[in-house]
């Protein structure tokens, strides 16, 4: 199921829109990397290309992490 959620970047609020898995994965990506989630988003969102939605770029930020993951499991 698709939520919307909000957020502040920047000092602006903005939303966005994803899956739950999708905001669940994002939040265990920063708790791993030991950030809240809303500056895990600002990071996200400041090295997207400005031409793609955040939504998306969230999307993607999960798909190459969990990429990693995998290969790095792999080469274990």
């Known amino acids: ?36 989630l809303a500056a895990l988003i600002r990071e996200i969102d400041d090295a997207r290309p400005p031409e793609s939605n955040l939504s998306s770029a969230l999307r993607l930020h999960v798909l190459e992490w969990l990429r990693g ?4 499991a792999a080469v274990s």
């Open 1 to 36: 199921m698709i939520r919307k959620y909000s957020t502040t970047l920047h000092g602006h609020r903005t939303s966005f829109s994803l899956e739950t898995a999708f905001h669940d994965e994002l939040a265990a990506i920063a708790r791993d990397r030991g950030l809240p």
């Open 69 to 72: 993951r995998l290969r790095d």
